[in-house]
C-alpha cells in the first residue's frame, strides 16, 4: 500500500479523494454504499447564511457525456445546519468540509464565522463560482477584484483552512487564482461547473427553468485539466482539481497536471461507491510505477 | 431501508409489446426487500447520448424465483438499450430507492389503484402485497389504445379490473377519470401512477369524493439518492426531492391546483 496521505494547507488527508459540493448530499446519503472514513474529505451541500429555495423545477439536463443543473443553492441555511446536520456528521472520521456560499461579502463572513466554531469542521470551501444565482455567486468569481473582496472578509472571520473555489466562466482563471491567494486563501479548488444551455425543440423553450445551467460531467474534463494546470503554475498554494473526473486514471491526470487533491462530483450520481474505486486505482497506479507516496506524482507531468 | 448497488442477472427479457419490454432481474444471493411504490435507478451501458442511469419503478417481485420486474418503456436510447438486454446479460442496478404507497390500514378498506399507460407498473406489485395482506383492490387502468395495456392477466388474478382507452379499443372509451366505475361505487384509498394530468385528474376525483390519494411522480432526477437536489417538488414543506421523499406523495402535501 503506498502512502495516499495529502496536505491542503493544515488540512491532512488520508487520500487526496474528496467529494465534490452539491453531489454527495452531507455524505449520509452514500452511508449504504462506501464506508464514508475510506474518503480524504467530503465538502458537502453549499451553505448559505438564510435559508434558500433554490430554483423552480425543472433543474437538470442530460447532456452528452454530462449534466447541466440550476438547483440555485437550495438550502436550510446555516443555523439548520449547525443545529440539525451537524450533530449526524461530527463523528464521522474524515475531514468534513462545509461548502459556503453568500450574495455579498459580509454573508459569506458571517456564514464562514458560525461554521468556524464548529468544532469538527476543520475546513470550508468558499464557493466564489456557482453560475445558478442571481446574486452573488459567480458574479464574486469572474473578477479579481469581487474574488478579493469575498476572500479577504471571509480570511478575517475564519481562521481554519480555506479553500476558494474558481469558476472556469472567466478569460483567465490564473489571475483569479493570483487574487485570491494574495487575499489569503489557503488552497484553490478548480472547476466549478461551466455554464451551459439546452433546449427543447419541440416546446421551443430552454430546458431548465432558468434557462441556463452548470455544465459538469466527462464533458467538462479536458477544459477542467487545462485550468488546473494553468492555475497550478501561477500559485503557490495548493490546488484541488475537480471536473469531470469519473475513475482513477481521470484523478491522476489532475495530480500530475498539478492538483494535490482531487474532488468528484457528478460521477457519483452514476456510481455511489466512486470515491473509494478511484482511492484504490490510485493506490494501484502508484505501486504498479514504485512510487511510495502519492505526493510523487502531483505536478510531475513531464515537460 | 438500506439501499445496494447490485450487478443483477437478466433471467428474462419479454417484449410485451411494441416499445415495451419486462425485465426479469435475479441474483444468486437474495434479493433485498422492496416495497411497491418504490424505484431503482438502472445503468446503462452502450449509449452515446445517455450519461445518467435510468429511475425506472418497481414492476413486480417474485420472491420464489428471487426476481424483481421491471417495466420498460422505450422513449430513448437509454431505455432502448436497457430493452436491448437478454437472457443472461448483467445490469447494475441501485435500490430500492424512494418511499412507497401507503398500505391499507385494515383488508376491508376499498382501494382503487389508478394507472396510465406504463405508469400501471407499481400497481402490480402494490397489488401483490395487498393481496397478499388480504385485501381486493379495484384497478382502474388506461391507455391509448388496446397497445398500451398490460400484464392484464396479472392483474385480475389479483383484483376487479376496469379499463379505459382513448380509442375504445378496449374497455370503457375516454380518459381513466371518466370511467362509470367512479360515479357508482366509493373507494377510500386511492393511489395513482401515470402522466401528470391523469394523475392531477384523479387527485381532484380523490378530493371531491372525499378519499384519500396518494401519487407516484417522475420527475427528473439525476442520482436518484436525495443528493443531487435535481427532482424538485413543490410541497407544503418547500422544494423536497421526489427521489428521497418521494416518489410517492399524498395529495395533501402536494401544492397542486386541483
Known amino acids: ?303 | 431501508m438500506k439501499k445496494f448497488i447490485l450487478d443483477l442477472t437478466v433471467s428474462a427479457s419479454e417484449h410485451l409489446r411494441k416499445g415495451y419490454v419486462l425485465l426479469k432481474l435475479t441474483d444468486s444471493r437474495p434479493l433485498p426487500p422492496m416495497l411497491p411504490g418504490q424505484f431503482a435507478e438502472l445503468k446503462v451501458e452502450g449509449s452515446e447520448t445517455t450519461f445518467l442511469r435510468r429511475p425506472i419503478s418497481i414492476n413486480y417481485v417474485d420472491e420464489e424465483k428471487n426476481e424483481v420486474w421491471f417495466l420498460i418503456h422505450e422513449v430513448g436510447d437509454g431505455t432502448r438499450k436497457l430493452g436491448e438486454l437478454s437472457e443472461g446479460g448483467k445490469l447494475n442496478v441501485v435500490m430500492p430507492l424512494g418511499n412507497g404507497f401507503t398500505m391499507p390500514e385494515t383488508p376491508d378498506e376499498r382501494v382503487l389503484l389508478v394507472g396510465g399507460g406504463v405508469g400501471t407498473a407499481p400497481l402490480l406489485y402494490m397489488g401483490k402485497k395487498m393481496a397478499e395482506a388480504g385485501c381486493r383492490p379495484t384497478f382502474l387502468l388506461g391507455g391509448r389504445s388496446t397497445a398500451d395495456l398490460l400484464q392484464l392477466e396479472m392483474f385480475r388474478a389479483l383484483g376487479d379490473v376496469y379499463v379505459t382507452t382513448e380509442d375504445g379499443s378496449m374497455g370503457e372509451k375516454g380518459f381513466v377519470t371518466q370511467h362509470s366505475l367512479l360515479s357508482q361505487e366509493h373507494f377510500d384509498r386511492i393511489a395513482t401512477c401515470g402522466p401528470k394530468p391523469m394523475m392531477m385528474a384523479v387527485a381532484r376525483y380523490a378530493r371531491a369524493a372525499g378519499s384519500s390519494c396518494e401519487v407516484s411522480l417522475e420527475n427528473m432526477m439525476a442520482c436518484g439518492l436525495g443528493a443531487c437536489l435535481c427532482c424538485v417538488e413543490k410541497t407544503v414543506e418547500g422544494h423536497v426531492c421526489v427521489c428521497k421523499e418521494g416518489p410517492v406523495f399524498n395529495i395533501n402535501k402536494l401544492l397542486w391546483q386541483i
Open chain 1, 1 to 303: 500500500m503506498a502512502d495516499l496521505s495529502v496536505n491542503i494547507g493544515d488540512l491532512h488527508l488520508k487520500n487526496p479523494v474528496m467529494t465534490a459540493s452539491g453531489t454527495f448530499g452531507y455524505g449520509l446519503e452514500f452511508a449504504d454504499f462506501v464506508n464514508l472514513e475510506d474518503i480524504g474529505g467530503i465538502i458537502v451541500k453549499g451553505t448559505t447564511l438564510h435559508p434558500r429555495e433554490g430554483n423552480s423545477y425543472p433543474r437538470m439536463a442530460e447532456t452528452p457525456h454530462g449534466m447541466l443543473n440550476c438547483v440555485g443553492l437550495q438550502n436550510k441555511g446555516v443555523d439548520y445546519f449547525c443545529e440539525h446536520i451537524y450533530p449526524q456528521i461530527k463523528d464521522i472520521q474524515t475531514n468534513m468540509i462545509v461548502n459556503v456560499s453568500g450574495s455579498c461579502p459580509e454573508d459569506y463572513a458571517e456564514c464562514a464565522a458560525r461554521i468556524g466554531e464548529l468544532e469538527h469542521i476543520p475546513a470550508i470551501e468558499l464557493n466564489i463560482s456557482c453560475p445558478n444565482v442571481k446574486e452573488g455567486g459567480m458574479a464574486f468569481g469572474v473578477t479579481t477584484q469581487g474574488a478579493e473582496a469575498v476572500v479577504k472578509a471571509v480570511r478575517k472571520a475564519y481562521g481554519k483552512t480555506l479553500i476558494v473555489k474558481l469558476s472556469p466562466n472567466v478569460t483567465d482563471i490564473a489571475e483569479i487564482a493570483r487574487s485570491v491567494e494574495a487575499a489569503g486563501a489557503d488552497a484553490v479548488s478548480l472547476i466549478n461547473t461551466l455554464m451551459g444551455m439546452a433546449i427543447d425543440i419541440e416546446k421551443r423553450r430552454p430546458v431548465l427553468s432558468i434557462s441556463t445551467g452548470g455544465l459538469s460531467g466527462p464533458a467538462v474534463k479536458p477544459v477542467a485539466l487545462r485550468m488546473v494546470w494553468q492555475v497550478a503554475k501561477a500559485v503557490q498554494i495548493p490546488v484541488v482539481g475537480l471536473g469531470g473526473i469519473m475513475n482513477a486514471r481521470d484523478a491522476i491526470e489532475f495530480m500530475l497536471a498539478g492538483a494535490s487533491a482531487v474532488e468528484i462530483g457528478t460521477a457519483n450520481f452514476i456510481d455511489p461507491a466512486v470515491t473509494v474505486k478511484v482511492a484504490q486505482g490510485i493506490n494501484d497506479y502508484l505501486e504498479r510505477h514504485g512510487y511510495a507516496s502519492v505526493q510523487e506524482i502531483i505536478g510531475k507531468l513531464e515537460a
